[in-house]
């Protein structure tokens, strides 16, 4: 973890500030356990007496280490924040053109959903669908990454936007 020394240094990328390797598979308790020690760091309570700089300061790496967390605690977050460091720009990224397939996929799923009743035998069918499908895209986003290959990441990226967005609305988890 890094200590700021003014109000005008950059602020670290999160995987620097929260001392955990710049990939998408991260140790969800390890992070958390970093961030809590970071944020403890910076507690306003500890700058009760300090300058107003050093307030400010501190108040400021809070606040980056609050995004820091809630972006890499979040697997579809997590992947965006690894395609923007590699330069993608992600507006871009999701005006690309889904699979017609895919798109009729989701259509179905949700039509499911729509007509499958919470706890029915259909709907616990639909979630294990739909948890494959989550499972699949992290597999594509990690492949591509590995083969750093932005642009196949960038897809994968965009697709798990739409298959994470189905799982809560099921109440499924979206992990990863």
Request: glycine residues 4%.
């Amino acid at each position: 973890m890094t200590t700021p020394k003014s109000a005008t240094e950059a602020l670290p990328d999160y995987f620097t500030l929260l001392g955990v390797e710049r990939r998408f598979d991260v140790d969800l308790d390890q992070l958390g356990n970093r961030f809590r020690t970071l944020i403890a760091r910076f507690h306003p309570d500890r700058f009760v007496a300090a300058t107003a700089a050093e307030q400010r300061v501190a108040a400021q790496w809070a606040a980056h280490a609050n995004a820091a967390q809630a972006t890499l605690q979040d697997p579809v977050k997590r992947a965006a924040y690894l395609l923007s460091l590699r330069g993608v720009v992600l507006a871009d990224a999701e005006r690309n053109p889904v699979s017609g397939e895919f798109l009729m996929q989701q259509m179905q799923l949700r039509e499911q959903a729509a007509e499958s009743q919470s706890g029915s035998e259909a709907r616990k069918a639909l979630a294990s669908t739909v948890n494959a499908l989550w499972q699949s895209t992290l597999a594509s986003f990690r492949e591509a990454m590995d083969r750093d290959c932005v642009r196949d990441a960038s897809s994968a990226w965009v697709k798990m936007q739409y298959v994470a967005k189905l799982s809560r609305e099921l109440g499924l988890p979206v992990k990863g």
